[in-house]
């Protein structure tokens, strides 16, 4: 399974982006998805995470409704919708995908990881 995320990009606090992440080399529609960040100089945190069939969905307290996590299981795909971005929202983002069906908000709970997208939101 290969994941390949883009959509990241220099963008003005209070501005958007969309996050998309490409599955390719598996049964993508059986597997939850995730999204994961990891700031410079801190450890990787979780994001966001969607259930295989897309019905379930769990965010991070610190999304606070500004991030949507989708997907669409006929074209293989996983996005992450991000409104009202901040300066402390600057990361690397990774999509990941799950052994299972279900949502995961820790690290473990993912089997393969794609190579990350930079998002910096500054002036």
């Known amino acids: 399974v290969q994941l390949q995320a883009s959509g990241g990009g220099l963008v003005q606090p209070g501005g958007s982006l969309l996050l998309s992440c490409e599955v390719s080399g598996g049964s993508f529609s059986t597997k939850a998805m995730g999204w994961f960040r990891q700031a410079p100089g801190k450890e990787r945190e979780f994001v966001s995470t969607?259930?295989?069939?897309?019905?379930?969905?769990s965010d991070a307290n610190f999304v606070k409704g500004r991030f949507t996590i989708s997907r669409d299981n006929e074209k293989n795909m996983v996005y992450l919708q991000m409104h009202r971005l901040a300066p402390e929202d600057t990361a690397v983002y990774y999509c990941?995908?799950?052994?299972?069906?279900?949502?995961?908000?820790?690290?473990?709970?993912?089997?393969?990881w794609g190579q990350g997208t930079q998002v910096t939101v500054s002036s």
């Open positions: 969607i259930s295989a069939s897309g019905g379930s969905t």
């Open positions: 990941a995908a799950s052994g299972g069906a279900f949502t995961a908000v820790e690290e473990h709970g993912y089997t393969f």
